[in-house]
């Protein structure tokens, strides 16, 4: 399609893919905040608080590619209308869950909806604007949803300290009966014509059941759920090679050792902030005595950085290659959660927890959008919305994993929310271990990373990126102006 930016039809279009993103944005962004109200209010232990946050993230990560794939193939209008409905009314369970049984299914059937419409909203922007305004459509988008992020924690903690917790899900409800008739009645349909074949069910089925068993074992200490991850992750793998190219995650794109390494480093990166900013937002109010509100404003400061500086490191990324940012990024955000090690039970606000939010903002405005300009360059064109997908459900999966795995390890108890002598205790465990894995990644990057992030002609649209969540679903891509990193940083044919 050819619509103009300057059309009617190219306003709604733009209006209705923010409006359907905003939603899972902002749920995303303000549920780590609600959480001790959540708890308080459901009489609920450490692992009800872990599942609010995994059972999302689990269907998330787990149906993501299915969901770009369903639009590619039924019509990208469709799959996103169903999504946002879809997400709708999970939310309206959620906030009418009776127990922390309901709203945990209802937070996996969230992430259902969530899988439908994420990929839908970029992909229905990329499929109908004319070439010459996709860039500006495609920033502008990028642009509304940063905004998004920077004042959802401030809405969310209202909304957690006025009318209560509930209100965090029960919000998407109206944005919904806004956004869904203006995508029936504005914005065209579109499909990928070229689409065909059966889609990769089982592949979908036994990688989230993998993660389910995984989350579990961590969460619940239960061996056996791990062994039975274990197999089930082994079986996804057996799965995928047998379907070859018709796989959900084609193993021949891991030839390229870029993509394969930058993927690696996309698994340390997000899940040290799947952890921290779970952590965080109940250490402020546990600990610190923040309220709702004053928890999410205390970690603005991350989101306004990405959002002023983010294209500025896109552009030095592109100027000097990935090494120095992916090295450097990820160093500082490292040195930002052992600052927040200052943050106890008599923090000042402008002497210990802004210091360790600027200098962790710096290090995520650093890393995150060379790194999805390296994901975009390490594979063939064709290839570019597979690779930036199968680069988000890694990130999401990261951040599932570190959320079950990280009070483990840090050592709190079911109860450990409720005192907040025993939670500081285990924070102060917990951030080294988050600074750790964020110092593999910088290592990763320093040995593996030697080509460009993308060619020096690359459209903007390569460099969008959705902040702290995780990198970019581009799933509709396909002609994006990206090239295939240089034979010399080895990729085998990914893109062959």
């Not at 592949?203 to 056996?224: K, P």
């Not at 057996?238 to 690696?264: C, D, K, Q």
């Not at 509100?293 to 592109?318: D, F, I, N, R, Y």
């Amino acid at each position: 399609m050819d619509i103009r930016m300057r059309s009617g039809t190219g306003h709604w279009i733009l209006f209705t893919t923010v409006l359907g993103s905003g939603m899972a944005l902002l749920d995303s962004t303000v549920v780590n905040v609600a959480l001790p109200h959540i708890g308080e209010d459901l009489d609920a232990d450490l692992a009800v608080l872990q599942w609010t946050v995994n059972a999302y993230m689990l269907t998330l990560a787990g149906l993501i590619l299915l969901g770009g794939s369903l639009g590619d193939r039924f019509g990208r209008r469709k799959v996103f209308v169903i999504g946002v409905v879809w997400f709708a009314l999970a939310s309206l369970l959620c906030g009418l869950a009776p127990n922390a049984g309901v709203l945990i299914g209802a937070r996996a059937l969230q992430g259902v909806g969530g899988a439908l419409l994420t990929p839908g909203s970029l992909a229905l922007i990329q499929a109908s604007f004319h070439e010459d305004d996709r860039a500006r459509a495609v920033g502008l988008w990028s642009g509304f949803g940063g905004v998004g992020a920077a004042i959802g924690p401030f809405v969310g903690g209202w909304l957690v300290d006025g009318p209560g917790w509930r209100w965090v899900f029960l919000l998407n409800v109206p944005l919904a009966a806004v956004c869904v008739p203006v995508a029936l009645r504005h914005v065209p349909e579109s499909r990928d014509e070229t689409a065909h074949g059966r889609f990769d069910v089982l592949g979908a089925v036994l990688g989230a059941a993998a993660l389910a068993l995984v989350t579990y074992a961590l969460i619940g200490a239960a061996w056996w759920a791990g062994a039975a991850g274990v197999l089930v992750g082994a079986g996804f793998v057996v799965v995928e090679r047998r379907r070859g190219e018709r796989a959900m995650v084609p193993p021949s794109i891991f030839r390229s050792r870029l993509f394969t390494a930058v993927n690696l480093v996309t698994l340390c990166v997000y899940a040290a902030f799947g952890g921290f900013f779970f952590l965080a937002a109940l250490q402020l109010q546990v600990v610190s005595g923040y309220s709702a509100l004053g928890a999410g404003m205390a970690m603005l400061p991350t989101t306004v950085l990405m959002l002023l500086l983010s294209a500025k490191s896109g552009e030095l990324g592109e100027r000097i290659g990935p090494r120095i940012p992916l090295t450097v990024g990820p160093l500082l955000c490292a040195a930002g959660m052992l600052l927040m090690l200052r943050v106890g039970e008599d923090a000042s606000y402008v002497q210990d927890v802004l210091p360790a939010m600027v200098v962790l903002g710096l290090g995520m405005t650093a890393l995150v959008a060379p790194l999805t300009a390296t994901v975009l360059a390490s594979v063939d064109v064709s290839r570019a919305g597979l690779a930036s997908g199968i680069n988000n459900a890694a990130a999401r999966a990261a951040g599932l994993i570190a959320v079950a795995a990280l009070p483990l390890l840090a050592g709190m108890g079911p109860e450990a929310y409720l005192s907040a002598e025993e939670f500081d205790a285990t924070f102060r465990r917990a951030m080294p271990m988050c600074a750790g894995i964020l110092v593999v990644g910088a290592g990763l990057a320093w040995t593996t990373m030697r080509t460009p992030a993308a060619p020096a002609d690359c459209h903007p649209e390569c460099k969008v990126h959705c902040g702290v969540q995780a990198p970019p679903l581009d799933p509709g891509q396909r002609d994006a102006p990206v090239r295939e990193a240089p034979a010399g940083e080895g990729d085998g044919g990914a893109g062959s």
